[in-house]
């Protein structure tokens, strides 16, 4: 074995993978439920799956806490609904202490806001400083269309209660052509107004909406052709109202940050299709049955639950992680410039979590 523990986790060399990237941030989805079915994101009639196939909030404890050890610095939950889990306050407050310890310099979430009026107060208290609220549209005809169960009114309320309790609150927008693609000026001054960063992102092809053609085979997802927006036609089309000045600020995550000059606050772009940011790559995903994704993009993964589950000692687990970030590959190949779906993951972005 490579990894034996050492006596103090600050010990264990970090994480670094064949391209000489160091991995010290983790995305952990915790759970495939949610009380939304957003129509890029799931299908409206979801097979969730069986309970005994998540990961317990103690597993999950388990896992991110030898991430941890092992130089994870960064902490994002998600899901699904992460906030639909039951006792998930549990698990924030265990993840807490690793903020304490001053172990990880970051615990936050991605969350659609349906919950947060409930929980904004509890997650300021553990130490969350920042929110990620996904939001498409600020119409509420559209929003109950977009996220189909969604009611925009319990979101904004939501968004309200994270900066009543001190959280820094960034949006997240999924840019869709012909359906919120009128409303981006809207939103930069919504946004700007409220002291709210905005992060526009490109749809992906996750999760199989494939269909098939008569002779049988099946082709890339003509929805997600039909709903893709380059974001550099969003930027052209924000520069004519609004001065976006480059800017170097960065989250650790993959938006590039610019700020406008007119509301002072940030605007990013995730582009994953346009421009490739993987030679940076710092991250890898954790499913809720504990698959670990090295690339959002590629298939290969580790059973990080069978390693759980098969032994009490953490070294094991600390070895397995280490051995699958020997195999991050460089990059994905998700590519739309052929005008079809190349690379298309039947993963459904709920199951990996953004
Ligand atoms: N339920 C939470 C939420 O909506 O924020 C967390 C999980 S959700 C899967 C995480 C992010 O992925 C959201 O911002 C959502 O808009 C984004 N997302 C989902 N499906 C996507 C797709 N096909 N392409 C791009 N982004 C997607
Ligand atoms: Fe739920 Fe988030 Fe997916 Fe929408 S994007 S269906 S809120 S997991």
Request: charged content about 30%; overall charge negative; aromatic content about 6%.
């Amino acid at each position: 074995m490579t990894d034996l523990t050492a006596d103090n986790p600050a010990d264990l060399p970090p994480l670094i993978d064949p391209f000489a990237r160091r991995i010290d941030y983790l995305r952990v989805s915790v759970t495939d439920r949610c009380d939304f079915r957003c129509v890029y994101c799931m299908s409206e009639q979801m097979q969730f799956l069986p309970k005994q196939e998540l990961l317990t909030l103690e597993e999950l404890d388990r896992l991110c806490t030898s991430f941890v050890d092992l130089g994870v610095r960064k902490l994002r939950i998600t899901g699904g609904e992460p906030l639909v889990r039951r006792n998930i306050m549990w698990f924030f407050e265990r993840m807490g202490r690793h903020l304490q310890s001053g172990a990880l310099r970051e615990l936050t979430l991605t969350t659609n806001g349906s919950q947060l009026r409930r929980f904004a107060q509890d997650l300021a208290q553990i130490g969350v400083k920042r929110v990620n609220v996904s939001l498409d549209t600020l119409d509420e005809a559209k929003f109950a269309r977009i996220t189909r169960w969604g009611r925009l009114a319990q979101v904004l309320d939501g968004i309200d209660a994270a900066q009543e309790a001190g959280m820094a609150v960034k949006l997240n927008c999924v840019a869709l052509k012909g359906q919120n693609d009128d409303e981006f000026h809207a939103m930069v001054e919504w946004c700007g107004a409220r002291g709210i960063d905005l992060v526009f992102i490109e749809v992906m092809p996750m999760g199989d909406m494939s269909i098939s053609s008569e002779d049988g085979a099946v082709s890339g997802d003509p929805m997600r052709l039909d709903q893709y927006l380059s974001l550099e036609d969003v930027r052209r089309q924000l520069a004519e109202r609004w001065t976006l000045s480059d800017s170097a600020y960065s989250t650790g995550g993959p938006a590039r940050y610019t700020r406008c000059e007119e509301t002072g606050a940030k605007i990013g772009f995730i582009t994953p299709l346009s421009h490739n940011f993987c030679e940076s790559c710092n991250r890898v995903r954790v499913t809720c049955t504990g698959q670990l994704f090295m690339c959002l993009g590629q298939d290969d993964d580790a059973d990080l639950r069978k390693v759980l589950r098969a032994s009490p000692d953490d070294a094991e687990l600390h070895d397995a992680i280490r051995r699958a970030i020997a195999r991050k590959p460089k990059g994905h190949d998700f590519d739309y410039s052929r005008q079809r779906v190349d690379g298309q993951m039947p993963r459904h972005m709920n199951v990996t979590g953004g």
